[in-house]
């Protein structure tokens, strides 16, 4: 009989201790299940906005934080349940945490509005007055508001300080060669045009390494003077192959006692087309065109690429002091000026 009895007692005491564990076991799992469900939770709006570069662990640990949901683990782990090809679209969601997990996944497809992102190029060698035209053809601003935010120093790189002690009465664009030719993707709606400049300025700082600004220190260039020299190769050279060449050219000039004018073309038709700045002197003309000042201008033509930049650092080893190209862009060098003149008439530029 005391068996029976003891035998009831401990099958009551586990239907106690299984009910109880059951019951907390329900009780934990059941902010979870109305979450899942959207019973009884707060009447709580939050306007979410997915960007291009978010992931999808970063929006759901955001919908976490703000309340709409209770785990972002729980929630991620339904959508690739029910979910397998959820596509995240960029947008702007006006969401509530009094939605269940379905209705959320639905909202997520349908964004209030999308967001837009615009992409363009900007070629090697392009100025900043024809960077500005890209910048407006994409419809991010005005090639007048790029240009404002482009004549400026207050950006923080490294390489702004010296730019800043060049004659300012001299210089055209203040950033001109810094704007680095790439492609570039911005957020339509918001994206403003020093964020632009600015976003140009770190990629060139973030390819024009320290290591690349020792080696033209080394070979006695600043960098305002790299890129100056650079920009001078990029007008010049039709391609990779005659960069090196062209580099060596106004490197022997550059060394030499009589032959200091680099006598660089584009340069004069730079120098020209600044005439519009408020600014505009015959110093500023003066200080760009290679006919004009001895050596290298006051500050960089256009905005040249890696390729240019790594000639200037490397030329060819050669004794050349003119170059010239004919209409099918086949460079000629030689080391005379006679020489060069024969060539000319040569190749048909020059008429007898």
């Known amino acids: 009989m005391k068996k029976k009895v003891l035998i009831i007692v401990l099958s009551a005491i586990i239907v106690v201790a299984l009910g109880v564990f059951a019951g907390i076991k329900i009780a934990d799992y059941l902010p979870y299940y109305n979450d899942k469900t959207g019973r009884h939770q707060q009447d709580l709006e939050y306007v979410l906005t997915i960007e291009k570069s978010d992931f999808e662990n970063e929006v759901a640990i955001s919908l976490e934080n703000e309340g709409v949901i209770v785990s972002a683990v729980r929630f991620l782990g339904y959508i690739h349940k029910h979910y397998p090809n959820f596509v995240w679209y960029n947008g702007v969601y006006t969401l509530n945490a009094n939605m269940s997990y379905e209705e959320l996944c639905k909202k997520l497809q349908s964004p209030d509005y999308k967001i837009e992102y615009i992409k363009f190029t900007v070629p090697e060698g392009k100025n900043i007055a024809g960077i500005s035209k890209i910048v407006e053809e994409s419809g991010l601003c005005s090639a007048e508001e790029f240009l404002q935010a482009a004549d400026s120093y207050d950006y923080e790189y490294s390489f702004i300080d010296e730019l800043k002690k060049r004659d300012q009465s001299k210089i055209g664009y203040k950033l001109e060669g810094f704007l680095f030719p790439a492609t570039y993707e911005f957020r339509k709606d918001t994206v403003t045009p020093r964020e632009i400049v600015d976003q140009m300025l770190s990629a ?5 390494t320290e290591d690349i600004i020792t080696k033209a220190a080394d070979k006695g260039l600043t960098v305002n003077e790299l890129i100056t020299f650079a920009s001078l ?39 020209k087309s600044l005439k519009d700045l408020p600014g505009y002197s015959q110093a500023m003309y003066d200080s760009y065109d290679t006919y004009t000042c001895s050596g290298l201008p006051v500050g960089p033509t256009n905005c040249p690429g890696m390729d240019t930049i790594t000639a200037v650092l490397n030329p060819d080893d050669t004794d050349y002091y003119y170059f010239v190209t004919d209409k099918d862009g086949n460079f000629y060098y030689n080391e005379t000026y006679d020489k060069h003149v024969e060539t000319c008439y040569a190749i048909g530029l020059w008429k007898k």
Do not use: C, H
Request: a neutral charge; glycine letters at 4%; charged letters at 20%.
């Open 233 to 271: 190769i990029q007008a010049e050279a039709f391609s990779k192959e005659s960069m090196t060449g062209v580099s060596s050219v106004f490197w022997n000039r550059l060394n030499s006692q009589s032959l200091k004018r680099l006598q660089s073309d584009p340069t004069t038709t730079y120098a």
């Open 204 to 208: 060139f700082e973030g390819y024009v």
